[in-house]
């Protein structure tokens, strides 16, 4: 809990704005730093003895230097293909969560149909099929429907990538809604009526009340969704889809060496969940759960497309740009919104630029 | 042109088949206190939940001001005009207690943040909590969640309070200071409806007493009255069992 002060009563805002909490001292983040180092540390001197890492060692070869930086590039993808799946499941549930609680029945049905039948299929079915049947199912449509410039753009952007997209968060959006709809009937009915007798109307009520207490409610289910998610990228190796998992496969058949690669590949899923479900782990603990989560899906789509400048334009101008428009945007919500702590953007934005900080280092060859 | 604030004209509500208020005719005069008592189940809640249209009548219509809010099948919103303390208190748990407070000021009252925070701490200097208002609700004990209720509801300068037995969820040290809140509040000149069985509460403040069951107003009397000499059967028996 957080530890109150006596504070003068007319500086309660800018006291808050500076504000002080002890979850998001320094100390036991470090204490953790500390202890992911050391697992990390026994796991490589456990498995190196009787390894051979030699193929992806980037000071070995030059061979091994392009491997690494086939694998690294893999580690981009499956970021990339998760936070887009985050990004439109999350939005996907919310829609529907909204629907299913709505009084009008339509509405509701939709939003349990939706439910029933995309929790039931499994995800690799749901894969296979929106890779390759939606594209002869739309090949039946007649002329001059195709030829429209939605179909035409349908066609045209029917890759891996976005067939993977639409699968996983088709699928991840119906386990979101019954998050999402348990988090807001969570919220106790007095709620709702103490909001009425203020005067405040539904939406009000919906946005300044209710909302930020289902929020409270849903972050631990929703923490885990996520990492569900980032797991599940995985099976869109299937569909041909060069991310971390087809990588390591791809390689492993080049190299015959599955041992040291299945293993890699096991690390990289480590360090990439370990930091999400510790991210998770901090939002639950603090009182400012919505400015950490917010902060953290605003840095990993900014990352996202520093990582795009990167691998399409290579300017130093572009991500110079990108880096100041990340700033900008973070004054702008402190500005109005004094109580989503610098901190939480600063901690959070440093996490994220450490990682790719030493991915960059590792793939440059040190 | 009449000086009830008030006003319920053949109010009746239904749970289905059963009858929760039959016929309510009720006149509260301006800056009056009324106390509303009976035994559980006999639509003292339910009565205050409809003027505050938390509850729908099915008959009937409801004056706040001379100026009909509420009848079957027509609600006007009340913007606040009608406070209401409830048993649970039911403060909003994110926000502190001055966030509480400015939420509907600033909103529904349309008040620039300094001059709400301003009358927030008014309000607060009137329930004696102004040294908690950067506290969260789950920081402060029963009696004083119950006293920042009553403030959040003064924020948005009702014409009338109501309370829905606000002391019955509160440890038995802290009713005090929340009805010496109340009392302070009923001296000042507020309208007030309170369904409460604080029955010393009730004898000292109350201009008006009324005895309800099964959903009907059996008395009506002056608190003087009703203690020394009430009139309906069920009201003695009442009296009798719980004095």
């Not at chain 1, 991310?243 to 590949?265: G, M």
């Not at chain 2, 042109?1 to 059963?18: A, C, H, L, Q, T």
Request: aromatic share 10%; proline share 3%.
């Amino acid at each position: 809990m957080q530890k109150v002060q006596t504070h003068k009563n007319n500086s309660i805002y800018k006291k808050v704005a500076t504000g002080n909490n002890p979850r998001l001292d320094l100390l036991p983040k470090l204490k953790a730093g500390i202890l992911y180092f050391f697992m990390f540390c026994s796991l490589m001197t456990l498995t190196s003895c009787s390894m051979n890492f030699s193929i992806i060692e980037p000071w070995a070869s030059e061979e091994s230097k392009s491997n690494i930086l086939f694998l690294l590039k893999g580690v981009f993808v499956t970021l990339e293909l998760s936070i887009y799946s985050i990004f439109f499941a999350v939005i996907l549930g919310f829609i529907f969560a909204i629907f299913r609680l709505s009084h009008n029945k339509i509405l509701s049905s939709i939003g349990s149909i939706y439910v029933t039948i995309f929790r039931i299929i499994p995800l690799f079915v749901l894969l296979l099929w929106v890779y390759y049947a939606l594209p002869i199912s739309l090949q039946e449509l007649p002329e001059s429907v195709k030829d429209t410039p939605i179909m035409k753009f349908i066609f045209k952007s029917l890759t891996p990538l976005f067939a993977s997209v639409l699968a996983l968060s088709l699928n991840a959006g119906s386990f979101f809604t019954e998050i999402f709809r348990s988090g807001i009937q969570s919220v106790a009915k007095g709620q709702m009526e103490a909001g009425k007798t203020l005067g405040l109307s539904k939406f009000r009520i919906m946005i300044h009340i209710v909302l930020p207490q289902a929020f409270k409610n849903v972050v631990a289910p929703t923490i885990s969704q996520f990492i569900t998610i980032v797991k599940d990228t995985s099976m869109a190796s299937m569909i041909t889809l060069f991310e971390l998992t087809r990588r390591v496969s791809q390689l492993q058949a080049q190299t015959f060496r599955p041992l040291e690669l299945y293993t890699f590949l096991a690390v990289e899923y480590l360090v990439l969940l370990g930091t999400l479900s510790y991210i998770g782990r901090q939002v639950e603990l603090s009182r400012y759960k919505i400015s950490i989560l917010l902060s953290s899906i605003f840095s990993l789509l900014i990352l996202c497309c520093y990582n795009m400048s990167l691998t399409t334009m290579n300017s130093y101008a572009i991500q110079a740009i990108i880096a100041i428009f990340y700033v900008l945007i973070v004054m702008i919500i402190l500005r109005y919104k004094p109580k989503l702590h610098l901190a939480n953007f600063v901690y959070v934005g440093f996490i994220y630029n450490i990682i790719y900080l030493v991915i960059n280092i590792i793939a440059c060859g040190l | 042109m009449s000086d009830s604030i008030i006003r319920m004209k053949n109010v009746s509500k239904f749970y289905g088949e059963f009858k929760a208020l039959s016929n309510i005719n009720l006149d509260v005069k301006k800056g009056s206190v009324l106390v509303i008592c009976g035994p559980s189940g006999s639509g003292k809640s339910t009565l205050i939940r409809t003027i505050n249209q938390l509850e729908q009548i099915d008959d009937g219509a409801i004056f706040v001001n001379d100026m009909e809010f509420c009848s079957k099948g027509k609600i006007i919103p009340l913007n606040g005009k009608v406070g209401m303390v409830f048993q649970q208190f039911n403060l909003f748990p994110h926000m502190t207690v001055l966030e509480n407070l400015t939420l509907g000021q600033k909103i529904v009252l349309k008040q620039k943040k300094q001059k709400a925070i301003d009358f927030a701490m008014q309000t607060l200097t009137q329930v004696q909590m102004e040294q908690h208002s950067h506290k969260y609700p789950d920081q402060l004990s029963g009696g004083q969640q119950q006293r920042i209720a009553i403030a959040r509801s003064l924020c948005m300068r009702p014409e009338v309070l109501l309370f829905d037995e606000p002391t019955s969820a509160l440890d038995p040290e802290m009713v005090k200071e929340v009805l010496d809140v109340m009392e302070s509040l009923a001296r000042s000149g507020t309208t007030m409806i309170c369904v409460t069985h604080e029955m010393g509460f009730a004898k000292h403040v109350a201009d008006k007493i009324i005895f309800m069951d099964k959903g009907e107003i059996l008395e009506e009397n002056t608190a003087e009255n009703f203690f020394s000499n009430p009139q309906h059967k069920r009201s003695k028996e009442f009296l009798e069992k719980i004095l």
